[in-house]
């Protein structure tokens, strides 16, 4: 039989495997079909990652649980930030996805309704499409720093209850 730690080696490993198959799959989308199966594809894969993110964020969590003393409640509470971390960035880079997506859908409209404009609506998306990340880039920045801030206040209340348990 194996072990705990090459259980959770194997599931990871699968994961890995599944991701890629996966990634495959969508690369020979893009190539054959259109823009939205494509769309489609992207989130499937998004919303997959999602879930694997989870389950393992639940492994860590139960393995957490067996050892329960305060240190070991500490690494979970980090352990939490860090997956919500990693779910936040996920979220975002879904919704970058899908904007380019809809640049992209916009983009070909306009190329089919007017060839004549095309350079200058075609520049005009452009500018757009790059405020847009700019934007985006901002969010995500607003909100690492919000969960930085968050794990900073979570550490000190950790190490104050530490300080006060030991007091007493």
Known sequence: MLSCKGKQLLLLLLMMMMLLLLLMMMMMNMMTTSMTTTMMTLTMTMMMMMMMLMMIMIMMMMMMMMMMMMMMMMMMMIMM????????????????????????MMMMMMMMMMKMMMMMMMMMMMILMIMMMMMMMMMMM???????????????????????????
Do not use: D
């Open 142 to 168: 607003m909100m690492m720093m919000m969960m930085m801030m968050m794990m900073m206040m979570m550490m000190m209340m950790m190490m104050m209850m530490i300080t006060s348990s030991q007091l007493l």
């Open 81 to 104: 930030m860090m997956m919500m971390m990693m779910m936040m960035m996920m979220m975002m880079m879904m919704m970058m996805m899908m904007m380019m997506m809809m640049m992209m």
